[in-house]
T-cell receptor, first 113, second 114 residues
Framework: KQEVTQIPAALSVPEGENLVLNCSFT??????LQWFRQDPGKGLTSLLL?????REQTSGRLNASLDKSSGRSTLYIAASQPGDSATYLC????????????FGQGTILTVHP | DGGITQSPKYLFRKEGQNVTLSCEQN?????MYWYRQDPGQGLRLIYY???????QKGDIAEGYSVSREKKESFPLTVTSAQKNPTAFYLC?????????????FGPGTRLTVL
């Protein structure tokens, strides 16, 4: 059974700092790994999706990497801003006949001015 | 605008009542999903549907039921058999259920049992 863990559970940084969020998964037989952002009381916004054959994806100030062999993914946020404050969730899509996502518990990020 | 809509945003239920949460998408996606989110926890899959008139149980289907009569709609009914229904419910869709497809989420419905 796939298990996904995110570290740290919470992170508080000053504006402008570069930061890394970590995600680990126990079963390396994944289709892809998605990173999401969730604002309080809102739905999930997809940030990046890395296919199992890829090693990284970039979108603006965000860069996500994937190392299937070690069961790890990282989300790198450059030059953080207060507007980046949110909960960040990673989810691994399993190798079954459907794209079931197994979610981590999330990292709560606070960027203070 | 293409997207996923969920209604209502907030829902209150009395003990013993069944309630239905709406999920509609205009993305022409084949697959739709229902997740439950509890405070401090990740999302857990309740039900999913790969195609019209077909759906499968997820990890926590007990006390819930769904239907998929139209491609655009995937309503979730929370029955009185669900012992602890207070949670945030999220609907999602993807182009297809199989393969490396991105899932897109609606804004959620917060259900509270009085």
């Amino acid at each position: 059974k796939q298990e996904v863990t995110q570290i740290p559970a919470a992170l508080s940084v000053p504006e402008g700092e570069n930061l890394v969020l970590n995600c680990s998964f126990t079963d390396s037989a994944i289709y892809n790994l998605q990173w999401f952002r969730q604002d309080p009381g809102k739905g999930l916004t997809s940030l990046l999706l890395i296919q199992s054959s890829q090693r990284e994806q970039t979108s603006g100030r965000l860069n996500a990497s994937l190392d299937k062999s070690s069961g790890r993914s990282t989300l790198y946020i450059a030059a953080s801003q207060p507007g980046d404050s949110a909960t960040y969730l990673c989810a691994a899509a399993g190798g079954t006949s459907y794209g079931k996502l197994t979610f981590g518990q999330g990292t709560i990020l606070t960027v203070h001015p | 605008d293409g997207g996923i809509t969920q209604s209502p945003k907030y829902l209150f239920r009395k003990e013993g009542q069944n309630v239905t949460l709406s999920c509609e998408q205009n993305l022409n996606h084949d697959a739709m999903y229902w997740y439950r989110q509890d405070p401090g926890q990740g999302l857990r899959l309740i039900y999913y549907s790969q195609i019209v008139n077909d759906f499968q149980k997820g990890d926590i289907a007990e006390g819930y039921s769904v239907s998929r009569e139209k491609k655009e709609s995937f309503p979730l009914t929370v029955t009185s058999a669900q012992k602890n229904p207070t949670a945030f419910y999220l609907c999602a869709s993807s182009i297809m259920a199989s393969g490396p497809n991105e899932q897109f989420f609606g804004p959620g419905t917060r259900l509270t049992v009085l």
